[in-house]
């Protein structure tokens, strides 16, 4: 069976004539007019129909049953109505409550609620990943989020537009619970965003080193200064927090004295903390790089440069892996991202060889981003080898690469 295609749109349909009652009609001509063509299950239409076959068959059970009789028509005293082949009007609801057309705006994958689009961290104010969401989005309202589980949610129930979530930074490494949640969720990578990071270390203000046995921070911004703080001479404990703002806010909230946290200064600002060393990031070329997840892909565009992520499992042993990056090899498409983890739903393999015993493999999930966009053929093409050697793959998103020029770190 082939699907439906108006010639007329839906909106001309509801072109009306004004009653003496109010009510409005419309003709059934125009109804008879809109001539249908079938295609392959889909409606491709232009005049907001709904989008799919069952859509377009319940809109016309919903005409059909409107259509009413010359006589009833007469009976009414509603004469000017026109008439077609005995199907003559239909009642239609007060124009007002008619849908309203889509516009390009309700159709551009960013939709704007007022002037804001709303973007959900991890974190609270001061933390990078609102800087990040900023930088991302200007203007945008940043939503602060306890996890990054929440992060993802808030965009899936639509109480966000995106989400902006570190993946990695240059001295750190990879931010493995977002790689995770990543696979877990079905959100789109559709930008991404690289933050210099700039580290303070703040303590409450006359406070001095000396005071100092704690240091807290988000794990990631501990490791970025792991250095530095032990050139200041602070070995003393550091613990692990949600992330780097709420480490401040907590020094200040509970006027822990003994204890320091490292942030930006931004969140010293907000929380009134003390900056005692600024820039304590091992290396001042400290970038974290954030990616930004809607609920729908970007199209893809060959006008600017394009990055691409995948994420693929195997189970035929590990050259698979070496077929797979020699996909993109072969086509001169770079890689700049590779990145394994756990296959949780198969985290091992047990090999038996008579021979030899049996040996227990870990299995892995690749996470790859290569440079191209998936509107290139050469990236199609790459794709459609990796999937035959592929048990699982899925394309996360194409996405314009942050080429921002470089500026080195200054107080973010
Ligand atoms: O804690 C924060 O401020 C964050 O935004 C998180 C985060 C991270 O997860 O890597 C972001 C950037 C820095 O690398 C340090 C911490």
């Known amino acids: 069976m082939q699907a439906l295609t108006p010639t007329t749109s839906l909106k001309s349909l509801f072109q009306t004539k004004r009653l003496p009652n109010a009510d409005r009609v419309v003709s059934t001509r125009l109804l008879i007019q809109c001539v249908y063509r079938f295609d392959s299950g889909n409606l491709t239409s232009s005049g907001g129909i709904g989008a799919s076959r069952a859509d377009w068959q319940s809109s016309c059970a919903i005409l059909a049953s409107k259509v009413v009789s010359q006589q009833d028509i007469e009976k009414s005293g509603n004469a000017d109505i026109s008439a077609v082949n005995g199907h003559k009007t239909l009642d239609l609801v007060p124009l007002e409550n008619l849908p309203k057309p889509l516009t390009i705006t309700d159709l551009s994958p960013a939709p704007i609620h007022g002037s804001e689009l709303r973007v959900a961290y991890q974190g609270v ?189 195997h189970d035929k042993g590990t050259s698979v892996l070496f077929k797979v990056l020699s996909a993109f090899a072969f086509r001169n498409i770079s890689l700049t991202k590779i990145e394994s983890r756990p296959h949780r739903n198969r985290p091992i393999r047990v090999v038996d060889d008579a021979n030899v015993g049996t040996a227990k493999h870990f299995e892995y999930m690749f996470y790859v981003d290569f440079e191209a966009s998936m509107a290139e053929v050469r990236a199609q093409n790459a794709l459609a080898e990796v999937q035959e050697f592929t048990s699982f793959l899925r394309v996360l998103g194409s996405y314009p690469m942050d080429m921002t020029p470089w500026c080195p770190s200054r107080g973010e």
């Open 125 to 313: 104010p001061g933390a990078y990943s609102e800087a990040a969401a900023g930088k991302a989005y200007p203007n945008c309202e940043a939503i602060p989020c306890d996890q990054f589980e929440v992060a993802f949610q808030a965009v899936e129930l639509w109480i966000a537009d995106r989400a902006v979530l570190p993946i990695e930074n240059s001295l750190g490494g990879s931010i493995h619970r977002n790689y995770d949640l990543l696979l877990r969720h079905r959100l789109h990578i559709v930008g991404e965003v690289q933050l210099p990071v700039h580290h303070c270390l703040l303590a409450l203000p006359g406070v001095r080193k000396e005071y100092l046995t704690r240091v807290i921070s988000h794990p990631q911004a501990l490791a970025q200064c792991e250095l530095t703080l032990t050139k200041l001479g602070l070995n003393v404990v550091r613990e692990a927090v949600d992330d780097t703002a709420g480490a401040a806010e907590f020094v200040a909230a509970n006027n822990l004295r003994d204890t320091a946290a490292i942030a930006s200064s931004r969140a010293a600002d907000l929380y009134g903390m003390n900056i005692l060393a600024d820039g304590i990031q091992d290396d001042s070329s400290n970038v974290t790089r954030f990616v930004m997840l809607a609920r729908e892909p970007i199209i893809p565009r060959t006008d600017r440069p394009f990055k691409t992520s995948i994420v693929f499992a």
